[in-house]
Nanobody, 121 residues
Framework: QVQLVESGGGLVQAGGSLTLSCAAS????????MGWYRQAPGAQRELVAT???????TYADSVKGRFTISRDNAKNTVYLQMNSLKPEDAAVYYC???????????????WGQGIQVTVSS
């Protein structure tokens, strides 16, 4: 079984920084793409950033220049460094893994349980 577990969320003042982590558990051989999504109350879940196993990144326009996604393939962990946070960044942040190759298992996509980020103005 493969699980993704987020950590690092919390409350931060506008202009502050926060780093999220997401670790995949299980006997995992590779994860093609790892990413972060977020969902604010009453809104749809939206892409924040993704990163491939080779290090290619994509970002939502709203976070470009402020957020940085990175990953440690050996630890099956993805990070999201968030700087210059704005109140509109407040949401539940979800980690996602795509095309996960694990022992006796192939998972097309797997979501984490989500973690709250609150930004006070």
């Amino acid at each position: 079984q493969v699980q993704l577990v987020e950590s690092g969320g919390g409350l931060v003042q506008a202009g502050g920084s926060l780093t999220l982590s997401c670790a995949a558990s299980g006997i995992i051989f590779s994860i093609d793409v790892m990413g972060w999504y977020r969902q604010a109350p009453g809104a749809q879940r939206e892409l924040v950033a993704t990163i491939t196993s080779g290090g290619t990144t994509t970002y939502a326009d709203s976070v470009k220049g402020r957020f940085t996604i990175s990953r440690d393939n050996a630890k099956n962990t993805v990070y999201l460094q968030m700087n210059s946070l704005k109140p509109e960044d407040a949401a539940v942040y979800y980690c996602k893994g795509e095309r996960i190759r694990a022992r006796d298992l192939y998972v097309y996509h797997q979501w984490g349980q989500g973690i709250q980020v609150t930004v006070s103005s």
